[in-house]
C-alpha cells in the first residue's frame, strides 16, 4: 500500500467535539475519550467522500472508523437505504451493528443487522420501516435483494469489513453479486488486519483511486512485511499449520522447512488433506521438479513446501504469506524467507510456527533487526469449523441460486434419499468436504478467469448474433 504521507494534502485530524450533538453523547456513553489514531486520519477522508483502504489490526478502533462517518452522512429526511457493511460472520454482524445502534440512539436513523440462521420477520419489518443503515453477511443479503424485500438503489457508503476474507475464494462472487445491485457511484470503504497484494489486486475492482492507509500501533505508515508468530507443540505442528491456513485463507504461500524429510512430508500431507499443494527437494527428479516449476509460473499452485536451497531461483509473484514451519538455523535466513513476500512496495505477511523454547530465539531475532512481532494464539477448533461453516454456507447458497428451474426440479429426486441414507451425517459431511475442496483451495484469480471466459464468449455471440440478425434474410421471388 502506498503511503498516505505522499498526498499533497492533509485533512486536519477528526475530534469528537467535531461531532453533531447528539452523537457526541452517544460517543461519550460508549466511554470514548478520544479518537483513536485510525479514526483521526480516515474519517476525514470519508467525510470528504473519497474511498479507503484501511490497514489496521484488531482492537485498533477501525469499527468506530466506519460506523462515526456512516452515521453522521445518514439524511434522515430519506427513507431508503444510504449505509451497508458486509462482513464475513453472524458474530461479527452482531459485533458492528451493537456499535451501530448504541450510536444512532435518540436520532431517528434506523439500523438493522442481516445474517442467516434466524428468521427473515425482524429482518423485513425493518426493511418495512425504511431503515437506513445494513449490518450484514452476503448470503442472507443477496437473498433479500434477489426477493426485492429492500433496494440498495441509492446507496451512498459500501463498507467491506475484513476485506481480505470478505475477497477471498468463498464470499468474492457473492460480493460480486451485491456489487450489481449498487448504484454504478457508490463511496467504498475496505477495512483489513492484512492486505495481501492478492486482495489489493481484487480491491482496485471495487473501489476508485482510494487513499490507502497502514495503521502500526500509534504510527501511521506503510508496513511491507507483517511478523506474526503462533506457539505451538512441536507434536502437533502440521494440524496446527492446517487450522492457521482456513483463518488465513492465504491465496499464494510459500511454506519453508529446514529438512528435505519435513518438505516432503508436508508436501504429502497437505495434498492427502485437500489442498493444492506441493513440494520442491533435491531428491525430485528433474521432470518432477520441471513440473512444478511450470504450476509456479502460470500461477496454478497455492502452496508450496521448500528448503532455502531449493527455494533458490523461485519466483512467485504476488506472494502474499510465507510461513516459517520451522525456525531456520542462520539468523539471517529469517529475513531471507520473509523477504519473499512484500516485495515492491506491496505488503505481505511472514508466519512462524515456534515451540515454546523457540519464541525466546525468534525474539532475539527481531529485536536484532528491529522487527515487530504480533503473536497469536492458534485457532481453536470450534473458530475453525465457524469460519468454515460461514464460508461454505455462502457458496452453497451462490450455487443454488445460479441453478437453472430445470436444475432444481432435477434435485427434488434426491430429497427422499437424502432423508433416508443411513449415517446421513457423515454422508453430507463428505459431499460438503468435496464442494468445498475443490474450489477455494486453488488460486482466487484462476477462478475469476474461468468466470469471466463464459462471459466473454457469452458476449462474442451475442455480437454475432447481432449482426447477424441486423441482416434481413432475402425473399424468395414469387414465380
Given at each position: ?165 470478505m475477497l477471498s475464494m468463498g464470499f468474492y462472487q457473492a460480493i460480486v453479486r451485491i456489487r450489481s445491485f449498487l448504484p454504478k457511484k457508490v463511496q ?292
Open positions: 500500500m502506498e503511503s498516505d504521507s505522499n498526498k499533497s494534502e492533509e485533512a486536519a485530524p477528526f475530534r469528537f467535539e467535531d461531532l453533531p450533538e447528539t452523537l457526541k453523547k452517544n460517543v461519550e456513553r460508549q466511554g470514548w475519550t478520544a479518537p483513536m489514531p485510525v479514526q483521526e486520519r480516515v474519517i476525514p477522508i470519508l467525510l470528504d467522500g473519497k474511498d479507503v483502504m484501511v490497514q489496521s489490526r484488531t482492537g485498533s478502533g477501525k469499527t468506530a472508523a466506519f460506523t462515526l462517518p456512516m452515521c453522521m452522512q445518514t439524511d434522515v429526511r430519506r427513507d431508503e437505504v444510504q449505509g451497508l457493511v458486509l462482513v464475513p460472520t453472524r458474530e461479527l454482524a452482531e459485533q458492528v451493528y451493537t456499535v451501530v445502534r448504541d450510536l444512532i440512539r435518540d436520532t431517528q436513523r434506523r439500523s438493522v443487522a442481516v445474517y442467516g440462521g434466524v428468521g427473515y420477520g425482524t429482518q423485513i419489518e425493518a426493511f418495512k420501516q425504511n431503515v437506513h443503515i445494513i449490518v450484514a453477511t452476503p448470503g442472507r443479503m443477496i437473498d433479500h435483494l434477489m426477493s426485492r424485500r429492500v433496494s440498495l438503489s441509492k446507496l451512498r457508503l459500501l463498507v467491506l469489513d475484513e476485506a481480505d476474507e467504498t470503504a475496505l477495512f483489513s488486519a492484512t492486505i495481501p497484494p492478492g486482495v489489493a489486486s481484487l480491491a482496485q475492482r471495487f473501489t476508485h483511486k482510494p487513499e490507502s492507509i497502514s495503521l502500526s500501533g500509534t504510527t501511521l505508515h506503510v508496513e511491507e512485511v507483517e511478523h506474526i508468530y503462533y506457539v505451538v507443540d512441536a507434536m502437533d505442528k502440521d494440524r496446527a499449520l492446517l487450522k492457521i491456513i482456513e483463518m488465513e485463507n492465504p491465496g499464494a504461500a510459500l511454506i519453508f522447512c529446514n529438512t528435505k524429510r519435513e518438505v516432503e512430508y508436508l508436501g504429502v500431507f497437505m495434498k492427502n488433506f485437500g489442498y493444492d499443494g506441493a513440494y520442491i527437494s533435491g531428491d525430485l527428479s528433474q521432470a518432477e521438479r520441471k513440473k512444478v516449476m511450470t504450476r509456479i509460473r502460470k500461477g496454478q499452485l497455492r502452496f508450496l513446501a521448500a528448503t532455502d536451497v531449493a527455494a533458490r531461483g523461485i519466483d512467485i509473484s504476488d506472494l502474499g504469506y510465507v510461513i516459517l514451519y520451522n525456525l531456520p538455523q542462520a539468523h539471517d535466513n529469517y529475513i531471507h524467507r520473509a523477504g519473499r513476500t512484500g516485495r515492491a512496495g506491496e505488503t505481505g505477511i511472514a508466519i512462524s510456527l515456534v515451540t515454546w523454547i523457540e519464541e525466546i530465539e525468534l525474539k532475539k531475532r527481531a529485536k536484532r533487526f528491529g522487527l515487530q512481532l504480533i503473536k497469536r494464539e492458534v485457532p481453536t477448533d470450534q473458530e475453525v469449523e465457524t469460519r468454515v461453516a460461514e464460508r461454505l454456507r455462502v457458496m452453497l447458497e451462490e450455487k443454488h441460486r445460479s441453478l437453472s428451474n430445470l436444475e432444481k426440479e432435477r434435485l427434488k429426486r434426491f430429497l427422499p434419499l437424502s432423508r433416508t441414507l443411513p449415517e446421513t451425517g457423515e454422508t453430507v459431511a463428505m459431499l460438503l468436504d468435496r464442494f468445498y475442496q475443490e474450489p477455494l483451495h486453488k488460486p482466487l484469480y484462476l477462478h475469476e478467469e474461468a468466470h469471466q471466459k463464459p462471459r466473454a464468449e457469452e458476449a462474442v455471440k451475442k455480437s454475432k448474433a447481432k449482426k447477424q440478425g441486423g441482416q434481413r434474410p432475402r425473399r424468395r421471388r414469387r414465380k
